[in-house]
């Protein structure tokens, strides 16, 4: 019936059949046959799931078809661009027990497999295939086309199945579906718990052989908590909805069949479809409805007294005089600015400044007081493990790291009750006296308080100006090995005469000299 192709292969008896790139050989359509219903939605489920439905929606067509056995089988026809897309489709149908043919026309062959990696050809066509002729290995018969299915037509009659208790997860955006008698109650109740929802009203033809058009609230809820979930989900006549996709929705703890997500283009760009459970069918909105905040459809009228006149006022006459304190805090802390240190601490304190790295060196400042150290510097002062952390509150105000203000006063107000000067730092103790004001010139750099004054001894020269009388010291030059001798203790040699200065040669050339000397003598 059918035969293997080989490979570089170019005649085929298919019609339409030739081989691609890869010499794989494929026809225009490839053809999927399912054998029921049921394996028809489990493939498009498949397909879906995997991402090769979106792709196969502009070309997809659903035909069922009898065969010669007059039984009533599912055929899916797609556009087999490539064999790679074929290769995904056939894996996918060997999931749900479903054979894939390819070819134009009439004639589909069986798509390729292990034992032809090429694929096959049509050994000798039939004589009449009717609608539709596959040829397998096991078989080759024809069928005729029953009817077509749309795809879209399929998804509305198909009823969402129940989902495990354990798979459901909380949605982020939540769908309710309140009768007309529950709406106001149900619009009150979140309200007046400033639940962030929307409502709408909606409309739909009831369907069959019955005229009558039902009404009910939509409400859409943004990341509700778990405890509305629940008690909307149990009252009786409210149903709950999850977006699957864009534009559609089904009812909470179930799922449709087929991935409504991979199934957007089938849908309006502005309908809204709502997938109901236990057989009640699908709603379909032509027209997404327009969604408004409930606190706007939301009654608050009350009745208050009379106004008050004739009312007088007057300024501040005194303060409650209450004592400024630290308590514990269970805030997270800031960052650590300053830090106060005992001055008995002084040569600890040095010491670890002494090994600190310049880089965080030359952020940290310090000012002495009396009785304490105080260390300033941002993300610096936390190296020293001396002393009391402190953190700013901003405002230039420290106070204790992990500790807070009693009564919370803001530091911008704390400054003008202690009248400190501007450019002050505040350092809140809780003791008698609660606050500690140091002026910020009393900081100096931590490198300038390392060392005390360092003593610079001024060294006599023993060289005289180059004009002088007297003679330089004789270091250059000298004889091969003087030098050495000089600067290396025990070495041999004797150090060469020292040289008389110009002066002295004058003086010794002009006393042998035999007409200098006649002269002399002749005076």
Same mark, same amino acid.
């Given at each position: ?40 939605? @489990? ?8 991402? &090769? #439905?979106?792709? =196969? !929606?502009?070309? $997809?067509?659903? *035909?069922? +078809? ?73 078989? @080759? ?8 299915? &749309? #795809?879209?037509? =399929? !998804?509305?009659? $198909?009823?969402? *199945?129940? +989902? ?31 639940v962030p929802a929307r409502v709408a009203v909606v409309e739909w033809q009831r369907g069959g052989t019955s005229d009558l058009v039902e009404r009910a609230w939509l409400l859409q809820l943004n990341q509700p908590a778990q405890r509305f979930t629940n008690l909307l989900r149990s009252l009786p006549g ?9 534009? &559609? ?94 001055l008995g601490e002084q040569d600890t304190l040095g010491r670890m400044l002494s090994v600190l790295p310049p880089a965080m060196l030359n952020r940290l400042f310090v000012a002495f007081t009396e009785t304490s150290i105080y260390l300033y510097g941002h993300d610096a002062a936390s190296v020293v493990p ?71 001894y001024e060294d006599a020269l023993i060289a005289p100006p180059l004009d002088a009388d007297l003679p330089l010291p004789d270091l250059w030059p000298t004889p091969p090995g003087v030098l050495t001798g000089i600067m290396s203790p025990g070495a041999r040699g004797e150090l060469p005469p020292q040289r ?24």
């Open positions: 019936m059918i035969e293997r192709v080989a490979q570089h292969q170019s005649r085929f008896r298919t019609p339409g059949l030739g081989p691609d790139a890869r010499g794989v050989a494929i026809g225009p359509v490839g053809v999927v046959l399912l054998p029921s219903l049921e394996r028809l939605v @489990a493939f498009l489920r498949a397909a879906g799931e995997e991402g &090769a #439905l979106d792709e =196969l !929606l502009d070309s $997809l067509r659903i *035909v069922q +078809v009898i065969s010669p056995l007059r039984t009533r089988e599912m055929v899916v026809e797609v556009q087999a661009s490539s064999s790679h897309r074929l290769d995904r489709l056939a894996a996918i149908a060997r999931l749900v027990g479903a054979m894939v043919f390819t070819g134009s026309g009439r004639h589909f062959v069986k798509y390729r497999d292990a034992q032809a990696p090429f694929g096959y050809d049509i050994a000798q066509l039939l004589d009449d295939p009717g609608d539709l002729g596959l040829y397998h290995d096991r078989f @080759a018969q024809p069928y005729r086309v029953d009817k077509d299915i &749309a #795809l879209r037509d =399929l !998804l509305l009659r $198909l009823a969402p *199945v129940a +989902v495990p208790r354990a798979r459901i997860e909380s949605p982020r955006t939540l769908y309710a579906l309140v009768r007309t008698g529950l709406g106001d109650s149900v619009v009150g109740y979140l309200a007046r718990w400033a409210v149903r709950l909805f999850v977006p699957d996709g864009e534009r &559609a929705v089904v009812e909470f703890g179930h799922r449709h069949p087929i991935p409504l997500s991979a199934c957007a283009p089938l849908f309006g760009s502005e309908e809204m479809v709502i997938f109901r459970a236990g057989g009640d069918g699908a709603i379909t909105l032509s027209v997404r409805p327009p969604f408004v905040d409930v606190q706007t459809v939301t009654s608050l009228v009350a009745t208050s007294p009379a106004t008050v006149e004739n009312v007088k006022t007057s300024g501040v006459i005194g303060s409650f005089s209450l004592p400024l304190k630290l308590v514990p805090t269970g805030s997270a802390p800031k960052r650590v600015a300053a830090a106060v240190i005992p001396l002393g009391v952390l402190y953190e700013d509150l901003g405002e230039n105000v420290m106070v204790p790291l992990g500790w807070g203000l009693s009564p919370p006063i803001p530091p911008d107000v704390l400054r003008q009750l202690a009248r400190a000067s501007g450019d002050a730092r505040l350092f809140v103790t809780g003791d008698k006296t609660p606050i500690t004001s140091i002026p910020q010139s009393a900081f100096v750099p931590a490198t300038r308080v390392l060392l005390a004054d360092v003593p610079v008389t200065s110009p002066a002295q040669l004058d003086a010794v050339t002009s006393s042998h000299d035999p007409d200098a000397g006649g002269a002399s003598s002749g005076g």
